[in-house]
């Protein structure tokens, strides 16, 4: 589906294990009681998705968070849902008003034992503050736990210097893919990256 004219596309990257996924769905839900999950799983299951109150509900690689004050259950199936092309199961909007998409961080192939990276997607209509509020909600909880990450070469093992914002590792991704053992937060077979630990050092500041 389209993005919608006007809408400015806001994306974060993150490294997550189910652990941290949980503590984050608890912080959101704390913040803004109305969240709710959708699985894009369950398509081979119901005729239409449904809202679950739990992120670990929800066993499919992508994760919609709805705010059910923005956009409720009726309205979410009436705006956003399509029948998929081949005419089985479904289809929906990753982003829109009330809606931020996660990509769920899962095992890197190309790399054993590592980590690739998750995403946050959002798209916020232009003159939309509700949306707006929510995405600042959902941002702010993932960067509260979040550390920055720094670059590896996986052959020598020299770190970089210099932080990459564009991605944030939670503690239970830190702690197990710290490279230590082979284990690493991966982008792609030639991004590859480990907690940056100057970030853990001011944190304990």
């Known amino acids: 589906?389209?993005?919608?004219?006007?809408?400015?596309?806001?994306?974060?990257?993150?490294?997550?294990?189910?652990?941290?996924?949980?503590?984050?769905?608890?912080?959101?839900?704390?913040?803004?009681?109305?969240?709710?999950?959708?699985?894009?799983l369950e398509q081979s299951d119901t005729n239409r998705p449904k809202y679950k109150r739990?992120?670990?509900?929800?066993?499919?690689?992508?994760?919609?968070?709805?705010?059910?004050?923005?956009?409720?259950?009726d309205y979410f199936r009436e705006k956003y849902v399509k029948v998929h092309p081949s005419g089985d199961g479904w289809i929906y909007a990753l982003v829109g008003s009330g809606i931020v998409s996660l990509l769920r961080s899962r095992a890197a192939g190309f790399l054993q034992g590592s980590l690739l990276n998750g995403e946050l997607r959002a798209s916020i209509p232009a003159g939309d503050e509700a949306t707006k509020a929510f995405l600042t909600i959902v941002l702010r909880e993932a960067k509260a736990r979040g550390r920055s990450v720094v670059s590896i070469d996986t052959t020598t093992g020299e770190r970089g210097?210099?932080?990459?914002?564009?991605?944030?590792?939670?503690?239970?991704?830190a702690l197990r893919f710290d490279g230590t053992k082979g284990t690493y937060l991966a982008n792609g077979a030639h991004a590859v990256f480990v907690p940056n630990i100057k970030s853990a050092v001011q944190e304990l500041i």
């Open 54 to 73: 739990r992120l670990d509900e929800c066993r499919g690689a992508h994760v919609t968070f709805v705010d059910s004050s923005i956009a409720s259950e």
């Open 1 to 40: 589906m389209r993005l919608m004219a006007n809408s400015k596309l806001i994306q974060q990257c993150l490294f997550m294990t189910s652990l941290d996924e949980n503590e984050f769905a608890d912080a959101l839900l704390l913040a803004r009681p109305s969240i709710r999950f959708i699985d894009m």
């Open 161 to 173: 210097t210099k932080a990459d914002r564009k991605f944030l590792v939670w503690p239970d991704a």
